[in-house]
C-alpha cells in the first residue's frame, strides 16, 4: 500500500514518485493551494494539492486532522524560504497527484500536543493518547529494552522458560487477585505476584539458567508508581555465588544503557551495605547523584537540656541526626516552614535547624544546646559559612524516613546533583525485621539465604544478614535479588523463625519443600522491574507513561471501562456470589 | 564454582584440572573402584574414584543418585575398552581428587527414563521429570522458537508491545476466566482470551506494527491439545494486505523450521480455498501429507434404489462422498468393523465400502448400486485393483467429518504420507456459519472484514467470504488471522447480522466502535499458537510435552495442587462468596 515512510522522505528521494500512507497531522490552505501535514511511524511529510489537479483539491478540501490517506505524488524541493531545517523531511515536499481516504475521522476530542488535558481524558481515548510522538517514543524505547535484554540473556546461555499465570496462592507479603475455577468447584487460582517459585523449582528441574520478562500482579492500595500489573525481567541461575551473579547482571544492566540510552554508567559499581545506607541517607535505595548524607550527633546531645534531642539521644531505639546542605543558609523562613510540612508525613514532630550566617551561627536552638554543642555540630557536619545544618531527632525509624526524604526534596527543589547517573548495590540486608510484637518477618522473603549458619541464625536472627542484593540507580530500585535457601533444614529454620509452623508450610508450599529433598542444587537469582528500569530510563516520573494501557490508581482502565459487572449466568457457573446489595 | 561444563569435556581438556557441578546420574562400584556419571545441563562426564584418595573415597561410597556434587580432578583419557563413542564425553573420564556434597536426595520417586511411570506421577513431581533428557531438549527447543521469532518480528520492525492482562469480559465464544476487583466492588476484570481489540487499539494509536509473544486464557472443556492458559505470537499490522501478511508470515514460519529444525518447507506455500478443503478432505485444516481425497458421487447416486445413498443425494443438505484408499482391499473385515465404530464417533451410521479384489468388485452393498453405479465409482475415484473405496453418506457435515477424520486416521494407520512436512493456507472462509436456529455466528470473531461490500454482505450473508487466511501444517492449525474492519459502518453492519444490538455493542466493546470513528487505518493481523508450533517442530503428540509446568485436562497442577480453596477473609475482602455448600 505504500512505497515509502513519510519520515525517512528527503533530497535523495526527489523526482521519485512515491506512495504514501499516514494520518493528517495538520491541514493549511495557503495561496490557494492546500498543504496537508502526513504523519506515520517514522515521521511527517508535507504534502502539496495544487488547484489544478482538480478533483484531488477537490477532495482535499473535505479532508480534516487525523483521517487516514494514502497519497500517491512526486517528492519536489521545496522552495528555499519554504525549507524547514527542524524536521528531517524538510527540505522536500510531495506533490499529490491522486488522494484516497482511507479513513475519516470526527474531531478528536482533545489536541494531541496540548499539555493542558487531563490525564483522565488522555486515558480513556488511551489510542489518541498514543499517537503523541512522546508515547511512541517510549514505547519504542520499551521495546529496545527488551530486545536488548533478551539479547543478552541468550547469549549468556540462559533459557527464556514460561512459567503458569493460574497458579496457586502464595504469602508474598502483599495481595493475591484471585480467579475462581469453574471445574474445581469452590477452588481459586491465583495470579503470580512473582514467578519465584517456579523459577526455583526450574532450578531443581537441573535448567540452570533461566530468564523470562514476565507479567506480575499485585492487589495493593496503589501508589503514584505502581500498578495492579507490571512486568518484570526475571532471572535465575544455579552453581553462582551473589558475586558471580550481580557481575553478570550489572554487565547486562551497563550494556543497556549504553546501547539503549547511550549513557555510560561506572566500570564498576559502587556497594553499600543496608546499615550504612540507612545510616548516611535514610532509606535502603540511596539516590548516590546527591552530595548530602547525615551525620550522627547522639554522643553530644545526650547531654543538652533540650529534651527533644537529649531523649531521643539518650533512647536506644532513638537517633539525632543533623543534614548539612552546603550553600542552604539561603533558604528562607517560608521554605523551612515548608520542609517542616514535608518531613511531617513521615512522622517528625519538628525540623530544627541552624544556618551559619556571615555573623555566625544562627537558629531558635542554639540558646537550647549551648555554643559548645553547635560548634561540635560544626565540626562534625563540616558545616561552612553559608551553609544550613537540619535536624531530626526522634525514634530512629522516623528520623531516617524524614532525613532521607528530605534529602532527595532538597535535591531536587536546590538540584544538588553531581552527577546524573548513580548506581549502587545495597548489600548486606537483615533477614528479619521486627514488628512491633516482637514477631518477625523477612525482609526480602522466606526463600532467601542468611549470610550465617543454622545455629547463629536461630541465636541471633534480629543481628543475622542475608545473601541478598539490591541494584538502585538514582534513588529507584530497579533490581533486586538474593541467594536461596537451598538446603531442607535451613529452609525450615527459617520458616520456624518467621512463625510458619509445619502444617501451613505444607499447605502454602509443601511442593518446594519436597522438591528441597531431592538434590536441589545451590541457586539465586535476581528480578528487574522493567517499568521502573523504562521510566529511568526515559526520565519521565509517571509510571503510565511507559506502558500502553495503564490503570488508575484505583486498578481501573478508563478505556475499556473495566473492571465491570458480569451476569450471574457467569457466577453461577463460577460457583460464586457477589456479596454487595445490588446498585441500581 | 565450575570451571567447565561436564558435557562439553572432551580431549582437548586432557591433563587439565576442572571443577564441575551437577547431579549424580548413575553410581557404579566397579573393581574397587566408584565411578559416577555426573550430569549438568550440557551433558554427563564420568567421574573415577580410586581407593587411594581415601577420604574422597570414603565420602563418595555415601553418594547416591540425584545427589548434587562439586568435584575438583584431573581429566584424562580412559582406557581404549572403555571408550563409548556414543557420547560425546566418551573418551575422556575425570580422576577426583576432591568432591563436595552440595546436596544431598531421598531416593526419587520413579526411575526418570522409565516409561512406565504414569503422567500424574510425573506431573506431580515435575521437577523430577523435568530433568529427562526429551523434556530439556523441547523446552530448549521452545526457547529458540521464541527466539527466532523475536528476532524476525524485531528486524521487520515490528514493535514488541505488552497488553493488559486485566481486561473486560469480551463475547469470543470461549468462557472468561474472571477476577474480582477489590478497589471495585462487586466488579471483575476477565483474563484476555487474546489481545485483539488491543492490538486493533494500537493500529489506531499508530504503531502500525505490534508483536507480543503472550499468554491468553480459555476456560474451555478441555481437550487432549489444549490448555487453560497457552500462548501466542500474536501480529497485527496497518496498511498491508492478505498477501503481504501472509507472505511476511510465511518468510518467519519457513526461516524457523530450518533454523530450529534443519527442516525445508517450500519455497511458497500452496493454498486453498475453505469451500475446497472441506470437500476434498472434509476439514478445515487439511493434513497434505497424505494423498487421500474425497469423491463426490452425489449424481450418480441419486437414483439407486439403496436409499442410504440416494436419501442423501436427493437431500440439498446432505452428501455422498467417496475415499479411495490405493491397495487398501487389504484391509481386513476386523479392521473395517473398527473403522465403522471410528466414524460414528462423528455421526455416520456405518461405513459402506467396495474392494476391488483380483476377481473383481467386492461389497455387500453392490446388489444395491448395481454395476453401472459401481463402474461409475470406480471410474470417478480412478480406483484399481487392490484398492478399496470407503463411501459417507448422510447430511454433508456428518459425511465431511466421518471421512476427513478417516482419512487421518487411516493414513496414521497405515502411514500413507507422502512427504514429511505440508504447510497450506487455507483461504475464502465464509463469514457467518448459520445455526440450526438460523441465526449467524462469526467463523473466525466479529471483526474479521468480509472481502464483500456491505449491501452483497445485507443481501446474502451466508454466502458472503471474509478475508480471513489460517496456515495449517501437517493438519494442525497453527496459526489464523484476517484482515479487520476498519470503518464504523462495516462494523455496524456485521454486529447487527450477528444479531448484537447497539445497547450490546456498546457495552461490550463501545471503546473499540468508537475508535473506528477516530481515523483508524485499513489493519490485519495473525496469531501463532506456539505450544502447537513447538509440539509441530519437535514431533510430539501432548501439549503437557512443550509446556514447563502445565495443566492437567481438569485445568489442574498436580505439583502446586492448584487450584485451591481460600480463606474467608480473603472472599470478603473481594465481596464474593462460594455459593457451594462447604465440603468436611
Not at 532509606?283 to 547531654?303: A, F, T
Request: one cysteine or more; charged letters at 25%.
Amino acid at each position: 500500500m505504500r512505497t515509502h515512510f513519510c519520515g525517512e522522505l528527503n533530497k535523495s528521494d526527489l523526482n521519485s514518485q512515491v506512495k504514501l500512507c499516514g494520518w493528517v497531522n495538520r491541514r493549511r490552505d495557503h495561496g490557494g493551494v492546500i498543504f496537508l501535514d502526513v504523519r506515520d511511524k517514522k515521521g511527517i511529510a508535507q504534502i502539496v494539492i495544487n488547484p489544478d489537479t482538480a478533483n484531488t483539491f477537490k477532495l482535499a478540501e473535505t479532508i480534516r486532522n487525523e483521517f487516514v490517506l494514502q497519497i500517491t505524488g512526486q517528492v519536489v524541493a521545496r522552495a528555499n524560504e519554504m525549507v524547514n531545517s527542524k524536521i528531517p523531511t524538510g527540505e522536500i515536499e510531495v506533490l499529490a497527484s491522486h488522494i484516497e481516504i482511507l479513513n475519516s475521522s470526527k474531531p478528536i476530542p482533545f489536541q494531541l500536543d496540548s499539555m493542558e488535558t487531563s490525564e483522565e481524558v488522555r486515558l480513556k481515548y488511551r489510542y489518541l493518547d498514543l499517537r503523541r510522538e512522546e508515547m511512541q517514543k517510549r514505547l519504542r524505547l520499551r521495546s529496545k529494552v527488551t530486545h536488548f535484554m533478551r539479547d543478552f540473556m541468550d547469549s549468556n546461555d540462559f533459557l527464556d522458560i514460561e512459567t503458569p499465570f493460574l497458579t496457586k496462592a502464595t504469602p508474598e507479603g502483599a495481595r493475591d487477585y484471585l480467579v475462581p475455577s469453574r471445574t474445581h468447584e469452590g477452588n481459586f487460582f491465583a495470579l503470580p505476584q512473582s514467578p519465584q517459585l517456579f523459577k526455583q523449582l526450574l532450578m531443581m528441574s537441573g535448567f540452570e539458567r533461566y530468564y523470562q520478562i514476565v507479567k506480575c500482579f499485585r492487589d495493593e492500595d496503589l501508589r503514584a508508581d505502581r500498578q495492579p500489573e507490571f512486568t518484570q525481567l526475571d532471572v535465575e541461575t544455579s552453581f553462582m555465588n551473589e558475586d558471580e551473579i550481580t557481575s553478570l547482571m550489572e554487565e547486562m544492566i551497563r550494556g543497556l544503557f549504553k546501547e539503549v540510552g547511550n549513557i555510560d554508567l561506572p566500570s564498576k559499581f559502587p556497594t553499600i551495605s543496608y546499615k550504612k545506607a540507612i545510616n548516611l541517607y535514610g532509606v535502603d535505595r540511596p539516590d548516590m547523584r546527591i552530595p548530602l548524607h547525615m551525620v550522627d550527633v547522639n554522643d553530644i546531645m545526650k547531654d543538652v537540656e533540650f529534651k527533644v534531642f537529649s531523649g531521643p539521644a539518650n533512647n536506644k531505639n532513638g537517633r539525632v541526626a543533623a543534614l548539612k546542605v552546603e550553600g542552604g543558609a539561603s533558604i528562607s523562613r517560608k521554605q523551612i516552614d515548608d520542609y517542616t510540612k514535608y518531613v511531617s508525613i513521615y512522622g517528625a514532630k519538628g525540623l530544627a535547624y541552624i544556618k551559619l550566617n556571615e555573623d555566625g551561627p544562627s537558629s531558635p536552638i542554639i540558646k537550647f544546646l549551648g555554643d559548645d554543642v553547635t560548634q561540635k555540630v560544626i565540626d562534625l557536619t563540616e558545616a561552612k559559612t553559608g551553609d544550613i545544618i537540619f535536624f531530626g531527632a526522634d525514634k530512629s525509624k522516623v528520623v531516617n524516613e524524614a532525613l532521607g526524604n528530605l534529602r532527595e526534596k532538597l535535591a531536587h527543589d536546590l538540584n544538588l546533583y553531581n552527577k546524573e547517573w548513580a548506581p549502587i548495590w545495597v548489600l548486606d540486608f537483615p533477614m528479619f525485621e521486627v514488628s512491633d510484637d516482637g514477631s518477625l518477618n523477612a525482609i526480602h522473603h522466606p526463600f532467601t539465604a542468611p549470610s550465617v549458619d543454622s545455629k547463629t541464625l536461630i541465636d541471633n536472627p534480629e543481628d543475622s544478614l542475608s545473601r541478598a542484593y539490591d541494584l538502585v540507580i538514582n534513588g529507584s530500585e530497579v533490581g533486586g535479588g538474593s541467594i536461596r535457601i537451598h538446603q531442607s533444614d535451613m529452609q525450615k529454620t527459617v520458616l520456624t523463625l518467621l512463625g510458619i509452623d509445619d502444617e501451613e508450610a505444607k499447605e502454602k508450599f509443601g511442593f518446594l519443600l519436597d522438591a528441597l529433598d531431592y538434590g536441589c542444587p545451590p541457586h539465586g537469582g535476581i528480578a528487574f522491574g522493567l517499568d521502573r528500569l523504562v521510566m529511568t530510563l526515559s526520565q519521565t516520573e509517571s509510571i503510565r507513561d511507559v506502558i500502553a494501557f495503564p490503570k488508575t490508581q484505583t486498578a481501573a482502565c478508563l478505556l475499556t471501562d473495566a473492571p465491570s459487572s458480569v451476569s450471574k449466568a457467569q457466577l453461577k457457573d463460577l460457583n460464586i456470589k457477589v456479596t454487595l446489595p445490588t446498585r441500581v
